[in-house]
């Protein structure tokens, strides 16, 4: 990694303003379940974690900015930790069970202050390691979450569900994020990233694989008769 992040580092200001840019584009993913919530007028089918997962990834990954004393991350991540809260807002004001989502925000609120009160406490040369660690661990829960599915997925032969555009923008922000990490020469960015880019790559292998809507069961019954 020495050497590669040293034939890149001529090229840091570029890969950092590519990085910057899809991951704010990448930001805007939610934007997709808001419009769904407000066609159907209510947040039924769509769950509030994606949301929060993105305030807490905003959150956390905005302190290891500061610690890294990084512009990029810094930047990028105080614009998505306001497009988490915008979200929320808009989440919170067609949610009907308004009392479960002050409850789950209060959760999320607690984790993330008790996870920012350690890093203030925590020792200057030990906590860049130690944060590194609890955000990869954090950030790949997140990203392996859609495969919890997978046996479903497999069942039904059929990727309905996963969020294309969300998947396969993530394939390419996490690429970038490797790339930048390489060049920081920060072993916890290239480890999150490999990982990150890995899980992203075998969600979106699943859409060559299987359609994104099952086939109908008439048609298959019309096939099996047709075959008989």
């Known amino acids: ?9 001529p090229y840091k200001e570029p890969v950092a303003l ?41 959150i956390l990954n905005l302190k290891f900015g500061f610690i890294l004393r990084d512009d990029t991350m ?4 105080f614009f998505g930790l306001s497009l988490s809260i915008l979200y ?19 959760i999320a609120g607690a984790f993330s202050a008790a996870l920012i009160g350690y890093a203030e406490m ?13 955000i990869t661990v954090f950030m790949f829960y997140l990203i392996a979450s859609p495969l919890l599915n997978l046996k479903h997925i497999v069942k039904n ?3 309905e569900g996963m969020p294309f555009p969300i ?16 060049i920081l020469k920060n072993k916890f960015l290239v480890l999150q990233n490999v990982v990150a880019f890995a899980l992203c ?20 019954k019309a096939k099996a008769k047709k075959t008989n």
């Open 74 to 77: 810094i930047q990028v991540n």
């Open 167 to 182: 998947i396969f923008s993530g394939t390419i922000v996490t690429f970038m994020w490797l790339l930048y990490g390489i």
């Open 18 to 58: 590519v990085t910057r840019i899809v991951t704010m584009g990448q930001m805007f993913s939610g934007s997709f379940l808001c419009y769904d919530i407000y066609k159907q007028g209510n947040t039924k089918g769509v769950p509030l974690m994606p949301f929060l997962g993105g305030l807490i990834m905003g």
């Open 88 to 106: 929320i807002m808009i989440y919170y004001n067609y949610a009907t069970e308004k009392g479960k989502v002050w409850l789950q925000m209060g």
């Open 1 to 9: 990694m020495e050497a590669l992040g040293d034939i890149l580092l």
């Open 201 to 220: 790559g075998f969600q979106l292998s699943l859409f060559a694989i299987y359609p994104s809507k099952p086939k109908s069961k008439d048609k298959v």
């Open 122 to 134: 925590e020792d200057p040369k030990l906590i860049e390691n130690r944060f590194g660690s609890i």
């Open 157 to 159: 032969k059929s990727t």
